[in-house]
């Protein structure tokens, strides 16, 4: 029995490599430097000391308090305001998490665009019609097979996909270095102590961009799910988020440099965030005389990188919204399960969430621009979603008497460890609310992105409080009638027609022919009016029953 037990234990250090796949990555310094440059080292050394390393340590407090409870910021939440706020954050923490979910899939295609073509250009080889398609069948896949991942195949692929990227890195820099060593030039002119000090930082512009730094470093909570799987969690979960906060300073700093090197960071290309990391190993892979080799080599990492964080993303994820939520706050739809134990009405509504914003970034002219938009939107709903850990940290600390004593205390003095969560809560609230300027907007799209920016996280909004209402009605016997139900189905058929066309017919199929162009729209709109009418049909069943 003691034999079977070890042997489902996860070690600390697998956990913190779980947990660093989704954390960080070669990516998140490429968009922070498009941003700002040079100035991004400064900013992540204020960042790492002002917010990475207190982000950790107080995920690290929280896991050590609730170390029995498996749901994460839902369990922290719940234990420390009650079942009402606590469903309310599993579900923003899960619904603010489906922008990246596809932003991921986003990047295993453009991994994949760059094996297979040997460049960028995805635009002129796949263009926008394919980029969505290919995007959404990822992203689909992984949904609907992700119960299949066990915890022993998500140790194995973070461990490949974290390491991997981690080793990559640490060559990309040590190449650097070596390279100067032998005199080769820097693309960065001036190179000196003022390019890395920002110029006008009370800016909008400039500090709407430190959203993505949040978004870039925040995550490290996914890992408390995972603690019920340790041997020792109380001890051994704040030893992981450590290890993260140290690997995340390394990659952050020096890789931040060592692109200053490769690319001048005055007069970077416009699609650097979707590009960036491939033109970095292409650029030293050259200057070696390696050729190709090192940017294929990357490519495959990244794209297992990007698979690993979609299966923990989604298996986290999925832990954090089912594992604590009170049931009378969701419909019975969404708690239902099948045979095999699965929320697969949860999973249709995963689907056409990720769908729906696939659709609104269609409506851009430009894959760069659905890349870019993406990751903007991500700084906006990651931060506001961080916001509950800083609050459930509180609370912890301003009524220790009510909550179980931590094997691991961040800051020993309550009042120091007040004042902290205090400045943490507010910095990402503030940084979530400066992310709704659409940093890297064109004259062209900058109102409708800002419009984008807007109407999702409102969106969002409404769905988490329309389940409680829907829960509400079911609980009194007072359910939909199915003229509602049709009501309902046909406003949004009708949203979504209008919606995807308008997409399809502007953007992704502007410079097809006619025929191809509205041959596209009938078969994309027929399949999404077939699955809303699956969807509505499972939850006209569910939710007209009385109790």
């Known amino acids: 029995m003691d034999t079977q037990e070890k042997k489902d234990y996860i070690p600390w250090v697998i956990v913190g490599l779980m ?135 998500l140790e194995v692929m973070s461990t490949i996909g974290g390491g991997a990227m981690f080793i990559m890195t640490v060559l990309f820099v040590v190449m650097t270095f070596v390279g100067l060593a032998k005199g080769n030039p820097i693309a960065t002119h001036p190179f000196n102590f003022k390019a890395f000090l920002p110029k006008d930082f009370f800016s909008l512009g400039f500090l709407s961009t430190f959203g993505l730094f949040v978004f870039a470093m925040n995550g490290s909570e996914l890992a408390a799910p995972y603690t019920a799987d340790m041997k020792h969690p109380a001890k051994d979960f704040p030893k992981a988020l450590k290890m993260i906060a140290i690997m995340t300073m390394f990659l952050t700093l020096l890789g931040t440099f060592s692109l200053g090197v490769y690319f001048n960071a005055h007069h970077l290309p416009n699609d650097l965030k979707m590009n960036g990391s491939y033109y970095a190993f292409l650029r030293i892979g050259e200057q070696f005389g390696m050729g190709k080799s090192l940017m294929y080599l990357f490519a495959g990492v990244q794209g297992i990188y990007m698979l690993a964080q979609l299966a923990v993303i989604l298996d986290a994820s999925t832990r954090v919204f089912l594992s604590d939520v009170a049931k009378r706050f969701m419909p019975r739809q969404l708690t239902k399960k099948n045979s095999d134990g699965l929320p697969i009405n949860g999973y249709w509504m995963t689907t056409i969430l990720c769908a729906l914003i696939m659709a609104l970034g269609g409506l851009l002219p430009r894959i760069n621009d659905i890349f870019n938009w993406l990751l903007n939107l991500n700084g906006i709903v990651s931060p506001a979603s961080t916001c509950f850990l800083f609050w459930a940290y509180l609370m912890v600390r301003l009524h220790p008497e009510r909550f179980p004593k931590p094997s691991y205390t961040y800051l020993k003095n309550r009042h120091v460890g007040i004042f902290v969560g205090g400045w943490m809560l507010g910095i990402t609230a503030l940084l979530a609310l400066l992310g709704f300027f659409p940093t890297d907007a064109t004259a062209d799209t900058f109102a409708l992105q800002l419009t984008m920016n807007i109407i999702v996280p409102i969106g969002m909004i409404v769905l988490g409080f329309m389940m409680p209402w829907i829960a509400k009605r079911q609980q009194s016997g007072n359910a939909f009638k199915p003229l509602t139900w049709n009501i309902l189905t046909v406003v949004m058929d009708a949203a979504l027609i209008i919606l995807v066309s308008y997409g399809l017919a502007t953007s992704i199929l502007a410079s097809s022919p006619v025929w191809l162009k509205w041959g596209v729209i009938v078969i994309v709109d027929v399949i999404m009016v077939a699955v809303t009418l699956s969807a509505t049909r499972n939850g006209r069943h569910g939710i007209t029953l009385e109790e």
């Open 19 to 153: 947990d660093f796949v989704t954390v960080i990555g070669f990516d998140d310094i490429i968009y922070n430097f498009q941003n700002q440059g040079l100035v991004a080292v400064t900013s992540w050394v204020l960042m790492t000391f002002l917010y990475v390393l207190p982000y950790n340590l107080i995920v690290a407090h929280m896991g050590s308090t609730f170390a029995e409870r498996g749901g994460g910021i839902t369990s922290w939440m719940r234990e420390t305001n009650g079942d009402t706020v606590g469903y309310y954050a599993a579900w923003f923490y899960w619904i603010t998490g489906l922008p990246y979910v596809v932003d991921v899939a986003n990047s295993v295609v453009i991994s994949l665009g760059w094996i297979i073509t040997g460049n960028g250009d995805i635009q002129t080889h796949l263009g926008n019609a394919w980029f969505g398609i290919t995007t959404a069948v990822i992203f689909v896949v992984f949904i609907w097979i992700q119960h299949l991942f066990k915890n022993k195949s």
